[in-house]
């Protein structure tokens, strides 16, 4: 059990970087016993993001995005809030999921940017603009995958796999970086393609406002 919502967030990421990095073995479906669950987490470098859920006394369902960074000997240094607030569906619900997607194979949940102490050579003063992507996830995706499409990057080093906690996944990016997110379903032992790809980009060089958070259409 933990105390608050960022004790669960710097456990979300200490298990996300394990051995095999699966995704946290933690609760990831709101209900009786579960009142705060981890939508995803997502570590670049030594910066590591939470995404939570839990139900309100109101009963509303509200996200968190945690940050924090790794300290020298491995451990998460206590998670700071950046965002978050009351949810327009349940986010853990299939089936309000399906109801948003529409056929679709992803849509975009969440988007921020937020200047953060990165401590990486090339960050002034030591912060760096960064920007956050939460993406709605059909529920017959079996995983991810990350193509870096930034200019300048490698084109021989393949995609990196995602592996999904919950129908939400988490992303952020540093300036100038571009990926392509493609959807991959399983079909018995083989992947197919799930769906048109996502494309998230970076910020610009230099401070910008956050942008304003998503409002899912219920009509």
Same mark, same amino acid.
């Not at 995803?40 to 470098?45: M, Q, S």
């Not at 009963?59 to 009351?86: I, K, M, N, P, Q």
């Given at each position: 059990?933990y105390?608050?919502?960022a *004790?669960?967030?710097? /456990?979300?990421l200490?298990?996300?970087?394990? &051995?095999?990095?699966?995704?946290?073995?933690?609760?990831?479906? %709101?209900?009786?016993?579960?009142?705060?669950?981890?939508?995803?987490?997502?570590?670049?470098?030594?910066?590591?993001?939470?995404? %939570?859920?839990?139900?309100?006394?109101?009963?509303?369902?509200?996200?968190?995005?945690?940050?924090? !960074?790794?300290?020298d000997?491995? =451990?998460?240094? /206590?998670?700071?809030?950046?965002?978050?607030?009351?949810?327009?569906?349940?986010?853990?619900?299939?089936?309000?999921?399906?109801?948003? %997607?529409?056929?679709?194979?992803?849509?975009?949940?969440?988007e921020?940017? #937020? &200047?953060?102490?990165?401590?990486?050579?090339? /960050?002034? *003063?030591?912060?760096?603009?960064?920007?956050?992507?939460?993406l709605?996830?059909?529920?017959?995706?079996?995983?991810?995958d990350? *193509?870096? =499409?930034?200019?300048?990057? &490698?084109?021989?080093a393949?995609?990196?796999?995602? !592996? %999904?906690?919950?129908q939400?996944?988490?992303?952020?990016?540093?300036?100038?970086?571009?990926?392509?997110?493609?959807?991959?379903?399983?079909n018995?032992?083989?992947?197919?393609?799930?769906?048109?790809?996502?494309?998230? #980009?970076?910020?610009?060089?230099?401070?910008?406002?956050?942008?304003?958070?998503?409002?899912?259409?219920?009509?």
């Amino acid at each position: 059990m933990y105390k608050n919502l960022a *004790e669960l967030a710097c /456990a979300a990421l200490a298990a996300s970087i394990q &051995d095999t990095g699966a995704a946290p073995a933690l609760p990831t479906r %709101l209900d009786s016993a579960n009142k705060a669950v981890v939508a995803d987490t997502c570590v670049r470098d030594n910066l590591g993001f939470a995404l %939570l859920f839990h139900r309100r006394k109101d009963g509303l369902v509200a996200d968190e995005l945690y940050f924090s !960074t790794r300290e020298d000997d491995g =451990t998460w240094a /206590a998670a700071e809030h950046l965002s978050g607030g009351v949810t327009e569906i349940e986010p853990t619900s299939p089936r309000n999921v399906a109801a948003i %997607l529409k056929g679709r194979s992803m849509v975009l949940y969440d988007e921020t940017e #937020t &200047d953060l102490p990165t401590g990486r050579p090339q /960050a002034d *003063e030591g912060y760096e603009l960064l920007r956050s992507y939460a993406l709605l996830v059909d529920p017959e995706t079996d995983h991810l995958d990350i *193509e870096n =499409t930034t200019p300048g990057a &490698d084109p021989a080093a393949g995609r990196t796999r995602k !592996t %999904l906690t919950s129908q939400v996944a988490l992303f952020a990016l540093f300036s100038g970086e571009r990926f392509t997110i493609h959807p991959v379903a399983r079909n018995g032992s083989r992947s197919q393609p799930l769906g048109e790809p996502y494309e998230l #980009t970076g910020p610009d060089p230099g401070p910008g406002p956050e942008l304003p958070r998503w409002l899912a259409d219920l009509d």
